[in-house]
């Protein structure tokens, strides 16, 4: 299905408008940071992840990454998350004293 809406649509077009979901889902999120206990909010937020996880499947498909290269990727940059998360913990439990 989303091998015909990228042929349907244009590549550069879905690319574009990937930007565009990339672009919405800050606004919400920033929305929901400043209003956090309005339900509408939350629930736009929900929806703008949705619409930005399948715009990934769409540029996934349409940069033609295979599933092994992005779980490499993946996993490297999660590595390196926790990496920086012990470092930064070190840091902050020698600053105490």
Same mark, same amino acid.
């Given at each position: 299905?989303?091998?015909?809406?990228?042929?349907?649509?244009?590549?550069?077009?879905?690319?574009?408008?990937?930007?565009?979901?990339?672009?919405?889902?800050?606004?919400?999120?920033?929305?929901?940071? %400043?209003?956090?206990?309005?339900?509408?909010?939350?629930?736009?937020?929900?929806?703008?992840?949705?619409?930005?996880?399948?715009?990934?499947?769409?540029?996934?498909?349409?940069?033609?990454?295979?599933?092994?290269?992005?779980?490499?990727?993946?996993?490297?940059?999660?590595?390196?998350?926790?990496? %920086?998360?012990?470092?930064?913990?070190?840091?902050?439990?020698?600053?105490?004293?």
């Amino acid at each position: 299905m989303i091998e015909e809406i990228i042929e349907f649509y244009g590549k550069e077009n879905q690319c574009r408008l990937a930007m565009e979901e990339c672009a919405e889902l800050i606004q919400a999120i920033n929305k929901c940071l %400043r209003y956090p206990n309005d339900k509408e909010r939350r629930e736009n937020l929900l929806e703008e992840i949705a619409d930005v996880n399948i715009m990934l499947d769409v540029l996934f498909i349409i940069f033609g990454f295979d599933t092994k290269e992005y779980i490499d990727m993946k996993e490297a940059k999660e590595n390196r998350i926790v990496e %920086r998360l012990k470092q930064d913990k070190e840091v902050k439990w020698w600053k105490c004293y």
